[in-house]
């Protein structure tokens, strides 16, 4: 048997000396289907770093809830042991896949009213894990946000790592979602170089938070991250009129926003005046675009016509006409189990840190349940139909997606049409203003490029 591979990479290969049992495979093959459907495109760097034959310590960053052990789970083959905070075990049936598959719980001071709470019992699980031949996964931040940077991290990690069995290997993860809960947006997950635990546990635990800092975009002020998410967004628009980019992958939309992040900082440093100006005027834009409804509530770092997948659907109107029945199919197919989705989100909305989640879980759970609804539905007038339907479902499913969204950037829609009606000349600036800054930045790119 070859090596696994995930997106032509290779996974780490299982360690001989560990097991995965059948009940961890099936969940993996769940977990990996969901992330499947769920994100568009996952692409992960720096899996050569990993050596599969010493003892793993993996330190992801924590942006996105639950999601981000499923992303973490989807490069690995060797059974992973996850450290997750005790609470989560009381939760129903999430707490009894967590002790089935053996993670290890730990104890929060905030969790507990800040009480003293004793780690002896954690510590030593987790010095077992890795003597077994398990990989050990913690999340070092120590709770999950909605940020675009790298929270102050817990000791917890270094403490264990210096404990661990010799030739113990830390490899820092950092996980970038470019459009944190959006179906069919994509991931880039970056695998660091690994880090050998030496020193003290404050210079260990700078030195991953370091590495953390480099894998992913790491923003200090809350107020800059759309304003970073805009300014990516532009110099994207700018380099692709140059040419560039015309196959940008995940991993090259997080180093332009990691470029756009360093160059902000060495403006700052520069001409602050200059900054002061410019941050200004895109915050106006900002604001602008708010008002007019123009632009989502959180920084993104991918936009609605930027998919990889989308070409432009108009270089071939052909493909509007003839793609026109089998859109309308799945529609006709997808549309109460969507709009169910939908209300169970206005009903109980989840909070912003598990949005993808919910949005995750809920959607598998109302599609599969409708699904085998619709096809029961169809078997009893149509026997022979109803396998050939079912199996239609899913990729009308997505094909209607993809033709609703290039049908959204290609025509004018009513909305739009109204604000263009009712808000000519607020557009014709938000237009002029967008092609100066986009003018300014294109320089600025020059100056830092030349410095």
């Avoid at 980019?245 to 602050?272: C, F, H, I, K, T």
């Avoid at 209300?343 to 959607?363: E, H, N, Q, T």
Wanted: with cysteine; hydrophobic share 45%; aromatic share 8%.
């Amino acid at each position: 048997m070859g090596t696994p591979t995930v997106g032509g990479v290779a996974r780490p290969a299982v360690a001989e000396a560990a097991e995965v049992t059948r009940l961890v495979r099936g969940l993996r093959w769940i977990a990996r289907s969901a992330v499947r459907t769920f994100y568009s495109s996952v692409e992960a760097t720096g899996l050569e770093n990993v050596d599969p034959a010493r003892p793993t310590l993996y330190a992801p960053t924590h942006p996105n809830s639950i999601i981000d052990p499923l992303l973490v789970a989807l490069f690995e083959e060797r059974p992973i042991c996850f450290v997750a905070r005790d609470g989560l075990f009381d939760v129903p049936v999430f707490g009894a896949v967590l002790r089935a598959v053996g993670a290890i719980p730990v104890a929060r001071r905030s969790d507990h009213a800040g009480e003293e709470v004793d780690h002896g019992a954690m510590f030593s699980a987790c010095r077992e894990a890795l003597a077994s031949g398990k990989v050990l996964v913690l999340f070092p931040e120590g709770k999950t946000h909605g940020r675009l940077r790298v929270e102050r991290l817990k000791t917890g990690l270094a403490r264990i790592a210096l404990d661990a069995p010799p030739d113990t290997q830390i490899i820092p993860i950092g996980l970038n979602y470019l459009v944190r809960h959006a179906f069919r947006s994509d991931v880039h997950v970056a695998f660091g170089e690994p880090i050998a635990p030496t020193g003290t546990v404050a210079e260990l635990t700078e030195r991953v938070a370091d590495t953390l800092r480099r894998l992913t975009v790491h923003i200090e002020r809350e107020d800059d991250e759309r304003l970073i998410a805009q300014v990516t967004a532009m110099m994207a628009e700018v380099r692709a009129h140059e040419g560039l980019d015309q196959e940008a992958s995940p991993a090259d939309r997080v180093a332009l926003a990691q470029r756009v992040v360093d160059a902000y900082r060495w403006l700052g440093e520069r001409d602050p005046e200059r900054t002061a100006t410019l941050r200004a005027r895109i915050q106006a834009l900002l604001e602008e675009r708010a008002e007019l409804g123009l632009g989502g509530e959180r920084p993104a770092l991918q936009h609605r016509g930027e998919r990889r997948i989308a070409r432009r659907w108009a270089d071939d109107p052909a493909t509007f006409v003839l793609g026109a029945p089998v859109a309308l199919y799945g529609i006709v197919n997808n549309a109460l189990p969507y709009l169910a989705l939908r209300v169970l989100l206005g009903i109980a909305p989840p909070s912003f840190y598990r949005g993808a989640l919910v949005r995750l879980g809920g959607g598998l759970a109302i599609f599969a349940f409708a699904y085998a609804a619709q096809t029961a539905v169809v078997a009893t007038y149509a026997p022979a139909l109803a396998p050939l339907y079912a199996l239609s479902l899913v990729p009308s499913a997505f094909f209607a997606r993809r033709y609703l969204a290039e049908l959204r950037l290609h025509r004018v829609g009513p909305r739009r049409l109204f604000r263009m009606v009712n808000h000519r000349g607020r557009l014709a600036y938000l237009r002029a203003e967008r092609d100066d800054l986009a003018a300014e930045l294109a320089e600025l790119r020059r100056e830092y490029l030349a410095r």
